[in-house]
């Protein structure tokens, strides 16, 4: 309840105090507002940094693949004599194929497919169409936080195959 005071200033009375307080929000927490947000937009954001990820470990997928063009039968700086040691830090043709075969499949199925539907259309889509966010938001949350499972199986296939 609110009262004026003798100077004709309102006060608040600590029911009224008590009652706008429990009306008030309380802020989301890191995790929940991050990690695991419903949010079209924090998982078009999650989406984007996941494939930008994506992108730098094809990149270095990419970087063997050129240097065993460039230099054949040579030894690879920095990683060879820990990647190669039965081969003196070359590249083995059997490697290679390994390397391009999956630089191919990181760039289409982990960068270019998750950054267009995942990150653009997560984003910008409800944007443009003036949704206030997507149809299901918690199966979209899921549908990143599947993708993490799929990344992992993805490379433990191909390291177990090396």
């Known amino acids: 309840m609110s009262t004026l005071n ?3 200033h309102l006060v608040t009375t600590h029911d009224d105090a008590a009652a706008h307080a429990h009306a008030g929000h309380h802020e989301i927490g890191f995790v929940k507002k991050y990690i695991f947000s419903t ?3 924090m998982i078009g954001i999650q989406f984007l940094l996941t494939t930008m990820l994506m992108l730098l470990v094809g990149g270095a997928l990419a970087l063997g693949v050129r240097w065993q063009l460039a230099f054949p039968w ?3 700086p920095i990683v060879g004599k820990l990647l190669f040691s039965a081969q003196g830090g070359a ?3 059997e490697f290679y194929t390994m390397l391009f075969t999956m630089h191919a499949t990181v760039m289409i ?3 270019i ?3 267009l539907a995942g990150a653009f259309g997560n984003f ?3 944007l443009q169409i003036g ?3 997507m149809a299901f938001p918690t199966l979209n949350m899921l549908s990143y936080w599947f993708m993490w499972p799929a990344i992992t199986l993805f490379m433990a296939t191909r390291l177990l195959a090396w």
Request: aromatic share 4%.
């Open 39 to 41: 949010d079209h937009k």
């Open 113 to 115: 497919i998750p950054i």
């Open 74 to 76: 040579r030894e690879m």
């Open 124 to 126: 910008l889509i409800p």
């Open 91 to 93: 590249i083995s043709p």
């Open 131 to 133: 949704a206030d966010d």
């Open 109 to 111: 199925f982990l960068v």
């Open 6 to 8: 003798p100077a004709g």
